[in-house]
């Protein structure tokens, strides 16, 4: 016996295999007629409709006669079938509508049309839209992956999020998750880096932080950004551009000779460079006193391994660039051991400016200086003047012609929109490159060993 089961220009179901070849000419030259549901083309060929009105057909051939207990089963087999293409239409149509609604959605609110494209999810799904703040996630993944992985997406997060594969990349799903009274967003991100976690070496997460229901287009390119970031990151996820480590988005081999050879001088006493590597990292984040403290050393101590380092360094640490500069190459060749190959000694020494010139870096200190440049006030002025000063408040609020209380003021609005603690060495180092790259109101100056520090032009 051969089965068939075919809708117009293609084939549902068969079986053997061949049963299309054998009952292809039967369905061509057979017209099905609405008010006859059954047909005979030649002996032992029965092809019937699923439906009185559907172009759906069950052929079925063999080489005996059918009885009228056979025609009968035939009949309720159709039936039922009918029954199962009919949901399938049903649910891909439904399931169209669906897709179509929330991708309309989505532009909408991209284009700030937020009443909008909470109308348009009003019946779909009640109340998802009403927040005034959301956050974006964006996960990549290849193009086989990607229908799999948004069913998922849908799956573990569809009733708290609005889940739709990115129509202008065919390897995207973007994710729009509003936050209301209650912030689910760690559970969302969870579910999400879980899922990634288990596409494969090719897939990857990035998200933004919180921002206005109007302000959704900025926030998917901060997602967007951290997308990119987070294929230098172990786990492939970036869930925050704010989050990101400087350090990690460095081109790493070029990153760590810089470094080495900014420090030889330091390393090329073994007892003199683990006292040094053990003090200098706290010694330049901290006051000499709290430094001591959380060494566990003498204050005159800490107080004389630094200068003593600033001394073969020939460096000033009492100028914020060179104090940062050198704490970065410290974290760089902490991180792991730094042991320059023969070859790379041979190569042209990279320089920090070309090190802050990486795409990935470039992205990270966009992101951080947008709102700052955004807002009223002339915060980058602010920023620049008190590193300027070696990030002493009162001689820069009197270059600014602002009081002290302002200065403050506008540090705390910096310190707010960059996420960064300007109380701490990493905070304002961050701030420092992140101004660096987007205004290139800082230069960075040629040091004695061939590399380059920092200074405020």
């Given at each position: 016996m051969q089965v068939l089961v075919s809708a117009p220009e293609r084939v549902l179901a068969a079986s053997?295999?061949?049963?299309?070849?054998q009952l292809a000419q039967a369905i061509i030259r057979q017209s099905i007629d609405g008010n006859l549901p059954e047909a005979l083309y030649r002996p032992h060929t029965q092809?019937?409709?699923?439906?009185?009105?559907?172009?759906?057909v069950l052929a079925v051939a063999r080489r005996t006669p059918?009885?009228?207990?056979?025609?009968?089963?035939?009949?309720?087999?159709?039936?039922?079938?009918?029954?199962?293409?009919?949901?399938?239409?049903?649910?891909?149509?439904?399931?169209?509508?669906?897709?179509?609604?929330?991708?309309?959605?989505?532009?909408l609110l991209l284009d700030g049309e937020v009443d909008k494209a909470r109308r348009v999810m009003a019946k779909l799904a009640p109340g998802l839209l009403d927040a005034q703040t959301a956050r974006v996630f964006v996960v990549e993944t290849t193009q086989a992956r990607r229908d799999n992985a948004t069913r998922r997406c849908t799956t573990a997060i569809g009733r708290q999020s609005l889940v739709v594969p990115d129509p202008r990349d065919?390897?995207?799903?973007?994710?729009?998750?509003?936050?209301?009274?209650?912030?689910?967003?760690?559970?969302?991100?969870?579910?999400?880096?879980?899922?990634?976690?288990?596409?494969?070496?090719?897939?990857?997460?990035?998200?933004?932080?919180?921002?206005?229901?109007?302000?959704?287009?900025?926030?998917?390119q901060e997602a967007l950004t951290a997308q990119r970031i987070a294929v230098l990151q172990p786990d492939c996820v970036a869930l925050s551009v704010h989050g990101a480590d400087l350090v990690s988005l460095l081109p790493q081999t070029d990153a760590q000779r810089w470094a080495c050879r900014l420090l030889q001088p330091l390393m090329g006493d073994a007892s003199q460079w683990e006292s040094m590597r053990e003090t200098l990292p706290t010694a330049l984040a901290y006051p000499y006193t709290v430094a001591a403290r959380r060494l566990h050393l003498h204050r005159n101590t800490v107080m004389r391994r630094t200068a003593r380092a600033a001394k073969v360094l020939r460096v000033d640490f009492g100028r914020v660039g060179d104090r940062i500069g050198v704490a970065l190459a410290l974290e760089l060749v902490t991180q792991r051991d730094c042991v320059p190959s023969q070859s790379a000694r041979a190569q042209p020494l990279p320089s920090l400016k070309g090190l802050l010139a990486a795409p990935q870096v470039q992205a990270w200190a966009q992101t951080l200086v947008r709102p700052v440049q955004e807002d009223r006030r002339d915060l980058v002025s602010t920023a620049r003047t008190w590193l300027a000063f070696d990030t002493r408040v009162e001689p820069a609020a009197r270059?600014?012609?602002?009081?002290?209380?302002?200065?403050?003021?506008?540090?705390?609005?910096?310190?707010?929109?960059?996420?960064?603690?300007?109380?701490?060495?990493?905070?304002?180092?961050?701030?420092y490159f992140a101004l660096h790259v987007v205004t290139g109101e800082f230069d960075l100056r040629p040091h004695p060993s061939g590399q380059d520090l920092c200074v405020v032009a």
């Open positions: 053997p295999a061949t049963a299309a070849e092809l019937i409709s699923l439906a009185p009105a559907a172009d759906t059918f009885d009228e207990a056979d025609l009968r089963l035939l009949r309720h087999a159709a039936k039922l079938l009918g029954l199962v293409d009919q949901a399938n239409r049903e649910y891909r149509a439904a399931s169209g509508a669906c897709h179509s609604a929330r991708s309309a959605a989505l532009e065919e390897r995207r799903i973007l994710v729009v998750h509003p936050i209301g009274d209650e912030d689910t967003s760690a559970e969302v991100s969870a579910e999400l880096t879980r899922l990634v976690g288990t596409l494969g070496a090719d897939s990857c997460l990035g998200g933004s932080g919180i921002y206005s229901m109007t302000l959704l287009a900025d926030a998917l270059a600014l012609g602002l009081s002290e209380v302002t200065v403050r003021s506008h540090l705390r609005a910096v310190e707010t929109h960059m996420q960064r603690d300007l109380a701490g060495l990493n905070g304002i180092r961050d701030l």
